[in-house]
């Protein structure tokens, strides 16, 4: 009798371990997923209602450009439900996009939290800037090359970038982890990753490998693609059983992702010298 009772507390607690123990390859669709839905929120959010926000303070400052039409064809000045859903939706665009590029290089971006998320301001910044400034837009001739304006542009790209570092550690404090024993949590994550690796990975590619706007002998997206590479290195190695990626994968991603922010910077001096109105 009692050894059947201890063949049955050492089953119990066997399942127990099994049901409690992490799915490798849930915890990294975790990861991916987690970044996409971040990007989403702050996307709609930060990028969407600030870009209204932004729009509305460029009016302000441009008194002179009101009843003026942009390039997309709506008047300056004027808030419109039409031009406050266009705004969401390509802030929605942009922050899925941008959380693209954070899964690719938010895991060798050191730090703590608020460390972490200036960083990632400031590879935004550097990145994601020809995004939101292109040089060659008529809009900024019409608001006569107002600095102030190309200024909070800038500044919403970073605010972009930092607060999806921050959603993200939020998230994945609150998110329920990929257990063995629960099956839902790891298919959400998949379905998550898997619309991401097939409606947004490839735009992502596009941009910053074939657009007009990342034009430059060294393309910024030859960087990213390397930073990707490690980065599903670092995926596989997780997946393994590696608990933290070796030092040479974390050198050389950090390396890289140092030469992407510097390819950013040098792309994106071009498109705000030309939305300032200094000559080329």
């Not at 987690?34 to 990007?39: E, S």
């Not at 107002?146 to 998230?171: F, H, K, M």
């Not at 992502?204 to 290195?233: H, I, K, M």
């Amino acid at each position: 009798m009692a050894d059947k009772i201890v063949t049955t507390g050492t089953r119990a607690a066997a399942t127990v371990s099994e049901q409690t123990a992490f799915s490798r390859t849930g915890e990294v669709l975790r990861d991916i997923a987690r970044g996409g839905i971040a990007g989403a929120i702050v996307g709609i959010v930060v990028a969407g209602l600030g870009g209204r926000l932004l729009m509305r303070l460029a009016a302000i400052l441009n008194a002179d450009a009101v009843g003026a039409f942009t390039e997309n064809g709506n008047r300056i000045g004027d808030i419109t439900l039409g031009g406050t859903l266009f705004l969401i939706v390509f802030g929605l665009i942009s922050g899925v996009l941008a959380g693209a590029l954070w899964v690719i290089v938010g895991h060798w971006i050191p730090g703590r939290s608020g460390v972490r998320a200036f960083l990632t301001a400031g590879v935004a910044i550097a990145i994601g800037t020809p995004l939101l400034i292109i040089g060659s837009n008529p809009d900024f001739v019409i608001l006569d090359h107002d600095a102030r304006v190309v200024a909070l542009l800038v500044a919403l790209v970073g605010l972009i970038g930092l607060s999806i570092a921050l959603l993200d550690g939020w998230l994945d404090r609150r998110l329920p982890h990929a257990l063995t024993g629960r099956r839902g949590p790891v298919a959400f994550y998949a379905i998550v990753t898997l619309m991401g690796a097939v409606l947004v990975l490839p735009f992502v590619l596009l941009l910053f490998l074939t657009s007009d706007e990342y034009q430059f002998p060294l393309r910024t997206g030859y960087a990213l693609f390397v930073v990707g590479l490690c980065t599903a290195t670092g995926w596989g190695l997780r997946v393994r059983g590696r608990v933290g990626a070796p030092r040479g994968l974390v050198i050389a991603a950090r390396g890289v992702l140092v030469v992407a922010v510097i390819l950013g910077v040098l792309t994106s001096l071009p498109h705000v010298s030309r939305a300032l109105g200094v000559p080329s």
